[in-house]
């Protein structure tokens, strides 16, 4: 199987019952991040079907929850239809995200940062920076060997979020038995 790019890909990936990418366990990482000082809103990139932004809202969390497959979206929202506190799912391309305003007290991504080229790198970065407020976290899973083609270090990392974002911490991760990190950044207060 080809890993998805496009929309309509990831729309195909979606109507299958399980994606070979799909996540039952919520991170440790996004745990502890949630907990950190009192966060009230939160913005995931590449939500997929709502897992991770459905248990950030049931912490009590006002959660938005973007990503460019419909199929995904409409799963994500079926998905939280019963849920007492539910996040918001939109249907988006996390490089061109002029429907939302901030700023969120954190935001995440987990497997969606890798999949950009240099120039997606750029438009993302400069979203987060526009949406998330100063001094937030962006907490970013990304594979070391993307499907964009572009390897991923904590040297890279820190240079494509630069000027903007602090890299606060980076850890090796076997997450999916993939090499990957995960990388904590901080938003610059100016």
Known sequence: MTVPMKSADFDRAYRAPITFWGDIRIPEELKALARQGSPRTALELGCGVGRFSRYLAQQGLRVTGVDFSPVAIAKAREGAARDTLRPEFIVGDVTRLEALSGPFDFSFD?????????????????EVSRLLKPGGIHLVWALDSGPSGLSFSPASVKEAFAPG??????????????????????????
Do not use: M, N, P, T
């Not at 606060?168 to 990388?183: D, E, G, M």
């Open 110 to 126: 987990v497997g969606c940062f890798h999949c950009f080229d240099a120039q997606g790198q750029r438009a993302y970065v400069a």
């Open 165 to 190: 974002f602090e890299l606060q911490q980076a850890l090796k991760s076997r997450r999916r038995l993939i090499r990957s990190h995960w990388y904590w950044l901080v938003r610059a207060s100016g």
